[in-house]
């Protein structure tokens, strides 16, 4: 699907599930592309079974789950209305492929999967994704770039490098970090939407005259991980 018609699925399936007018068309002015190019992921990887859609709240990406349902994908399941950071009701080894737009960044830390091991709700998250994968099953997670040139625009206008309602962001390393202490076999990781306003120009010459990478500054982060 190209982007116009990516946009259009996703303002008919927010409207269905009673999203104001006005935030849609917020949220498909900025989340159009991340929806495009993850969807370019799902049609790459997917070899067919079924898929668990973990959505950040109803009616928004759950949007995505309901497009592929659209688009013929026909088992796809979405994880309901339980806590992520408890053990899933979920048996082992049961989905081919796991979405997770957009919640990483919401698990706050509860005491209660802190161990050695699983220290805080990240890794107990990426953890309960390979549990219930089946072999060579595929997780495809996005969340923000806390490095991205937007991020490093809001500092330098005095706002906070992340959104208020967030537990926290995570950087092109820090998420590769806990992807490796969840034992899931990183395939890919990069950055996406790298559509920069001319405002942002500005910083992208900043970056460069002190010599600081301008790689993995998208705003979002894709992350393809496989059960090993």
């Not at 709700?121 to 937007?150: A, D, H, M, Y």
Request: charged letters at 30%; one cysteine or more; hydrophobic letters at 35%.
């Amino acid at each position: 699907m190209n982007n116009e018609q990516i946009k259009n699925m996703m303002t008919q399936h927010m409207t269905k599930w009673g999203i104001p007018e006005k935030r849609i068309i917020e949220i498909v002015a900025q989340d159009n592309s991340r929806f495009k190019e993850t969807y370019d992921e799902v049609i790459k990887l997917f070899t067919g079974g079924s898929i668990l859609d973990i959505s950040v709240g109803k009616g928004w990406e759950a949007t995505f789950g309901s497009i592929l349902t659209e688009k013929g994908f026909s088992d796809v399941n979405f994880f309901g209305d339980g806590d992520v950071r408890d053990k899933w009701d979920i048996e082992s080894d049961s989905y081919n492929m796991i979405l997770a737009m957009e919640i990483f960044e919401h698990l706050i830390v509860k005491e209660s999967n802190r161990d050695k091991n699983m220290f805080d709700s990240s890794i107990f998250f990426l953890k309960e994704c390979k549990r219930v994968l089946k072999p060579r099953g595929i997780l495809i997670l996005t969340t923000p770039n806390v490095c991205s040139i937007q991020r490093i625009r809001d500092l330098m206008e005095n706002r906070p490098p992340y959104y208020h309602y967030h537990w926290r962001e995570y950087s092109f390393n820090s998420l590769k970090y806990l992807i490796d202490q969840s034992n899931l076999e990183l395939v890919e990781l990069k950055t996406i939407s790298h559509e920069f306003p001319d405002k942002d120009k500005v910083i992208l010459d900043f970056l460069k005259v002190n010599n600081c990478s301008l790689s993995n500054r998208g705003k979002h982060l894709l992350a393809v991980c496989k059960k090993k």
